[in-house]
């Protein structure tokens, strides 16, 4: 194998890591968020987890964060719960870093 192939397929590696660790940061940042709105709306327990999976399954619905904000943003408005989008886009983007702090460390503990 030349060092260019070598080189390739390193490259290509290196593609595959960085897309499936920001494929579970942001399912990981999307299941925080559902938490966290789940918790303003009232909900614990079991509920508050079937209201985190759900806002996970929404990120399906089409490319960006777009359908995770509205669905959490109509859900919240809808509970009276009052959330600017500022707001709601900032808790998002924080959520980020929390999420990508969590997969670190499961991946250090192996």
Do not use: C
């Not at 870093?97 to 991946?107: C, G, K």
């Amino acid at each position: 194998m030349s060092t260019f192939e070598k080189r390739e397929q390193g490259q290509e590696a290196k593609f595959a890591h960085d897309s499936e660790l920001a494929f579970k940061v942001t399912a990981r940042r999307n299941k925080l968020l559902g938490l966290w709105a789940a918790e303003l709306m009232g909900m614990a327990g079991a509920d508050a987890d079937a209201y985190a999976k759900q806002t996970v399954m929404a990120d399906f619905d089409e490319p960006g964060d777009e359908d995770v904000f509205r669905k959490v943003k109509a859900d919240l408005t809808a509970a009276n719960v009052e959330m600017s989008d500022h707001d709601l886009r900032r808790k998002m983007d924080g959520l980020v870093q929390v999420a990508r702090d969590q997969i670190e460390s499961d991946a250090a503990r192996g």
